[in-house]
């Protein structure tokens, strides 16, 4: 932990996940509430939301930020992500900590930006996620739990450093989970799926209700991901000891696939 709070490289990604968590949620949750201000002159221009545009904003908003800032943090940008990624012995535990106070502070400030932005808007909740009429809390939390685990299980399976046959763009592919989990959870809960961009909406909105909701059903759903894929989808070979390293140090090994048939048991051994 000591070692990574000095390293200048920490700071840098912890800064990249802030500003593209800002820039993320500002475009996405700005083109959900662009339906309230029709174009003038406009006559096929209704007042009604479009889940399909909404989902994409959010999707390519995600995949255009994976692709800007990857390379320096990693580009979580959920705290169901970092959770993820945490539980599979990827990051450490104060790195994860600290990516998820960025991600909700970014949600926040960028949230407050669109709330000035958005002023003229009567009654403007900014993205607030609430259950649908008829929804009740128990399956509210069940659409969260299932489409915040396609997504981290997504994350898992592309970034994956064992397999060689992904060929295609790791973060269009991410980007492109974001959006069909929007697409599923949109008409019950408005789609969490985030814990962070959910907060970022409560607390300028100043309306918690069943906001546990956002935070619970994605930390199962990412849990639920990680230990789906590490122990029974693509099982690792590390031990206890090489975890509990990679959680108090931070210093993740590359890993080589054994066995030479590509159809064989995947296994991750140190260099």
């Not at 949750?29 to 994409?56: E, H, M, R, Y």
């Not at 993820?84 to 790195?95: E, P, T």
């Amino acid at each position: 932990m000591a070692s990574e709070f000095k390293k200048k490289i920490f700071w840098r990604a912890v800064v990249a996940e802030f500003l593209a968590m800002s820039l993320f949620i500002f475009i996405s949750i700005g083109s959900a509430l662009g339906f309230s201000f029709p174009i003038v002159g406009n006559k096929t221009s209704t007042k009604s939301q479009d889940n399909v545009k909404v989902s994409l904003a959010f999707g390519l908003s995600i995949a255009t930020m994976a692709q800007s800032v990857g390379h320096i943090s990693g580009a979580h940008l959920n705290p169901a992500v970092t959770l993820g990624l945490l539980l599979s012995c990827q990051i450490s535990i104060f790195k994860a900590l600290m990516y998820i106070i960025a991600q909700c502070l970014g949600a926040v400030v960028a949230t407050a930006i669109l709330s000035g932005v958005t002023s003229s808007h009567p009654h403007n909740l900014l993205g607030l996620n609430t259950l649908s009429d008829g929804i009740n809390a128990g399956q509210g939390l069940g659409i969260e739990i299932i489409a915040t685990l396609q997504l981290v299980l997504c994350v898992l399976a592309t970034t994956d450093r064992r397999r060689n046959d992904v060929s295609g763009s790791a973060p269009l592919a991410i980007g492109l989970s974001v959006a069909l989990g929007h697409l599923l959870a949109i008409d019950y809960t408005g789609c969490g799926i985030n814990p962070a961009r959910s907060f970022g909406s409560a607390l300028i909105a100043n309306n918690f209700e069943n906001h546990w909701i956002f935070w619970v059903g994605p930390i199962i759903g990412g849990a639920s991901a990680a230990l789906i894929y590490d122990f029974i989808l693509a099982p690792r070979s590390s031990d206890l000891t090489d975890r509990v390293k990679v959680w108090t140090s931070g210093q993740v090994e590359e890993y080589d696939l054994e066995g030479e048939d590509m159809n064989s048991r995947v296994e991750m051994k140190p260099k």
